[in-house]
């Protein structure tokens, strides 16, 4: 399996502003042509893994700046670099600094209850790197001291308890990678595609390795009255008091008080110094600086699951309690508001995943649905994860419409925005996993379409 044509250049969505300049600087300068094909040739099999994931496919550019660099050797081929520990904690290169979480404009009136959203188009395989996890707060984050933190649990137990910080963290724990969306992930295209990239149709999702105590043994060890107890309250320690109702089910099973995101202390804006991770669920029930379980008999009623986070129906009632998130995909490259810059081999590269288990396969037409190739997906496919998948792709510089779906284990089929609205109508803001359409015009500009 490989590309067979010459590789694509790819020019990054506009916010990807670094990039796009590095692409005029390199089309200003020339090389001649003797010197072009040889090292053309040299970097032939390098070439075809630099086009991916939003990343500038700089290595067949004519005249690129790299070129010169392997026959003249500049500066930094011939003087000392920084010291070890230069940086106490490591920051990414500043040429990557176009790659940031960002705010829609005009989305929320206030940034303390707003949302920043994942550059997912230029990420690659499927850990969110912390400081890129998208962001929503309904109050607002504080750098909680750890030391004064406490989760206590109480309710349907036999002994309520406080736990400290430090006695959580002396439990046997575990560590899971799992995707987290927020329902409100591509809320703004229920209507009508609304936002140019997939940054904005899809950034508010994050995936990352997690590490805390099961919220099982935590039940457990204040002795839960099991045949009474049927969901548990999860409460933030934020202005928010933000409280959802999670069934007994669920909290007995996959659920993780967590201090740990990819191998280090949450970050602030993600709970720190402990939050919930409910595998599968909307970003809501993940509830941040966690400071209360209550173990009840029945759901409590709470703004956040009673008239927020709801599906209005189309036959006017609202779908309440929402909690998985299903099975849904995205292209994240070639997405809305990047550029082909001439014919020849992408590979196309997105996302599935599935609140209720693993992604069995994903699909992906190059022709608005009406022929699919299923994509190959890398590993590691785990349950209630992100899975990255790719797919081969010559694009003969004609019009595309690019899309993907998913099917998950349990055999469910991501469905089409006709499919969905039939069922949901059109009043609904949350849980819209509908395929994704990309149209490619001629010239090679990316934009967000829909198809029903
Ligand atoms: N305490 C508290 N927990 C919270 C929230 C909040 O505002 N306060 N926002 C929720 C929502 S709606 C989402 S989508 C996720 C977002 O998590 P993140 O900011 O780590 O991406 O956290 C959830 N947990
Ligand atoms: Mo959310």
Redesign the pocket.
């Known amino acids: 399996m490989g590309p067979k044509g010459k590789p694509g250049r790819l020019q990054p969505a506009p916010e990807n502003f670094l990039s796009a300049d590095l692409i005029d600087q390199i089309s200003k300068q020339g090389l001649d042509n003797s010197r072009r094909q040889f090292l053309r040739q040299s970097f032939a099999t390098a070439s075809a893994a630099l086009v991916s994931g939003g990343a500038l496919a700089a290595a067949d550019h004519p005249g690129a700046a790299g070129e010169e660099a392997i026959i003249q050797l500049p500066q930094h081929s011939k003087t000392l670099g920084n010291p070890v520990a230069h940086l106490p904690y490591g920051l990414p290169s500043k040429h990557e600094a176009y790659l940031q979480r960002r705010e829609s404009p005009g989305l929320t009136r206030r940034r303390e209850s707003s949302i920043a959203f994942t550059p997912l188009q230029g990420l690659f395989g499927i850990i969110t790197p912390s400081g890129l ?7 607002g984050w504080h750098d909680i001291d750890p030391a004064s933190h406490r989760l206590m649990i109480n309710g349907l137990v036999a002994t309520p308890k406080v736990y400290t910080l430090g006695e959580l963290m002396r439990l046997p724990s575990v560590s899971r990678m799992h995707f ?1 969306e ?1 329902g409100a992930n591509t809320a703004m295209d229920w209507a009508n595609p609304a936002v140019p990239s997939v940054q904005y149709t899809h950034g ?1 999702l ?1 995936c990352c390795e997690f590490t805390g105590v099961p919220l099982s043994l935590l039940l457990e060890d204040c002795g839960i009255d099991k045949s009474a107890a049927k969901f548990v309250l999860a409460e ?1 320690a ?1 202005g ?1 008091s ?1 409280t959802r109702s999670i069934p007994i089910e669920f909290a007995l099973d996959d659920v993780i008080v967590a201090w740990g995101m990819n191998g280090e202390m949450l970050r602030p ?3 720190y110094p402990l939050r919930l991770i409910v595998p599968g669920a909307q ?2 029930s ?4 966690l400071r209360r379980i209550e173990v009840g008999d029945a759901p409590f009623a709470t703004r956040e699951e009673s008239t927020q986070y709801i599906d209005l129906m189309p036959d006017g009632l609202s779908r309440q309690y929402t909690l998985i998130q299903e099975c849904k995909s995205v292209i994240t490259s070639p997405s809305g508001g990047q550029r082909l810059l001439d014919r020849g081999f992408y590979n196309i590269t997105g996302l599935a995943w599935s609140g209720r288990g693993r992604i069995a396969r994903v699909d992906v037409s190059v022709d608005g649905g009406r022929n699919w190739t299923t994509a190959r997906l890398e590993s590691p496919v785990l349950p209630k994860c992100l899975t990255r998948f790719n797919l081969d792709w010559e694009w003969q510089g004609k019009p595309a419409l690019l899309q993907s779906r998913a099917v998950d284990e349990t055999g469910y089929v991501q469905p089409k925005i006709s499919e969905l609205r039939s069922v949901r109508g059109t009043r609904s803001v949350y849980h819209n996993n509908a395929i994704q359409s990309w149209r490619v015009e001629a010239a090679g500009e990316v934009i967000n379409v829909q198809i029903s």
Do not use: P, Q, T, Y
């Open positions: 996890h998208f962001e929503r707060h309904h109050a987290i927020c508010m994050s933030g934020d928010a933000l804006e993600n709970g970003g809501v993940w509830v941040k600086w």
